[in-house]
């Protein structure tokens, strides 16, 4: 299955921002729904965004108007942008894809996943 590397995590003041970043090993070009779930100190994963293969997104209510999920076909590469950023937003955030055409928060179970990438906002 496809690997996948994240990168852009790191520690924020409250009302800053961050750009996470997902290298996936292989195209994900029509053939990958791409995602970002995160998982809070004592919590479980939750879905943040996902993005499927028409581009169409789907956000978490709690993320909806701060956080940007994007996808670049050419560089393989999946972002997500977070703006105005809460200490409740503080978590180990993971990139994740599957092998499906149309996918939303609701439907996406990830068959793949990144190693996770630390965001800590104080």
């Known amino acids: 299955d496809v690997q996948l590397v994240e990168s852009g995590g790191g520690s924020v003041q409250a009302g800053g921002s961050l750009r996470l970043s997902c290298v996936a090993s292989?195209?994900?070009?029509?053939?990958?729904?791409m995602g970002w779930f995160r998982q809070a100190p004592g919590g479980e994963r939750e879905g943040v965004a996902t993005i499927d293969t028409t581009h169409s997104t789907d956000y978490a209510h709690s993320v909806q108007g701060r956080f940007i999920i994007s996808m670049d076909n050419d560089k393989n590469t999946l972002y997500l942008q977070m703006n105005d950023l809460k200490p409740e937003d503080t978590a180990i955030y993971y990139c994740a894809a599957e092998r499906r055409l149309w996918n939303n928060l609701g439907t996406m179970t990830p068959t793949a996943w990144g190693q996770g990438t630390q965001v800590t906002v104080s």
């Open positions: 292989e195209t994900t070009y029509k053939r990958y729904s």
